[in-house]
């Protein structure tokens, strides 16, 4: 993906929610209640089965074209249909068109905390000191990435296996954090030319404070600028009051900045 491309970090971020659902078999589909479809030029994602918003939330609108009043019908009755009351709608702080404001709230849709987007050049990676080793990880580790980051993201236990495919597809790697020889953290790296993005980064309750999120993310930045990439991005939930943002502050000691914080809107 070329990183001038508009609204690459919006594409990073679909092209890995996508993946988690084309690579999931069968079976684990049918568990999950996954669905996916693509609604004018919004990607929606769907698990009647698992109420995380990171599987219920729909990115895109009104970005490739102007939203519609009968886009966001759509949207809202896939969900309505599915039988999910809760899920995010992302809007970019550049969706069209200009009134998309009063379209969503004549859908029946509100404004929720938002998400600060992030992005980083390719400087130095930053250091650590953390006592946990980081690892790059293949079939062995996998069920233990699925436990540390479903619980971490409120996913379900059902939900464990949905990592297991990315190991086969171009572009994804995924990492631990380790203690000896017990899992300790979560982080994933995709890779599409000059871009990359980091996601899914949960550490298991038993090793917080030891440093792993900023180990991950200090071993993804570094293989990302091995790889040759240019423009690191990643996200996190707003600064509020109230929030001791540790991931907030985590990202931004790796060098990352501040870039735009995106809407989020749920049902009213």
Not at 93 to 111: F, M, V
Not at 219 to 227: L, N, P, Y
Not at 251 to 268: M, Q, S, T, V
């Amino acid at each position: 993906m070329k990183s001038n491309t508009p609204f690459v970090s919006e594409w990073m971020e679909a092209a890995v929610l996508e993946a988690l659902h084309t690579e999931a078999d069968d079976e684990l589909r049918s568990r999950l209640g996954l669905q996916l479809e693509t609604i004018g030029g919004t990607l929606v994602s769907v698990a009647s089965n698992d109420s995380s918003i990171l599987l219920n939330r729909a990115i895109g609108l009104g970005l490739k074209a102007p939203a519609t009043a009968q886009e966001l019908d759509r949207i809202c009755s896939k969900y309505r249909d599915a039988g999910i009351e809760r899920f995010f709608l992302h809007v970019h702080p550049e969706a069209r068109p200009e009134n998309i404001e009063k379209l969503l709230h004549q859908a029946g849709l509100k404004s929720y905390r938002r998400w600060m987007k992030f992005q980083r050049g390719p400087g130095s990676s930053p250091t650590t000191d953390s006592d946990l080793e980081v690892r790059k990880i293949g079939t062995d580790h996998v069920d233990d990435f699925g436990r540390i980051a479903t619980g971490g993201f409120g996913l379900t236990e059902e939900a464990r296996p949905l990592f297991e495919g990315l190991l086969n597809r171009d572009g994804f790697h995924l990492y631990m954090t380790f203690d000896g020889d017990s899992p300790a953290g979560t982080g994933l790296l995709y890779l599409d030319g000059e871009c990359a993005w980091l996601d899914w980064a949960a550490t298991d309750q038993k090793f917080r404070q030891r440093g792993s999120q900023r180990a991950l993310l200090a071993r993804r930045i570094e293989d990302a600028i091995d790889a040759g990439c240019t423009r690191l991005m990643t996200c996190t939930g707003e600064a509020v009051p109230g929030d001791p943002q540790h991931s907030y502050h985590n990202i931004e000691w790796a060098g990352f900045d501040p870039k735009f914080l995106r809407e989020n809107w749920i049902l009213k």
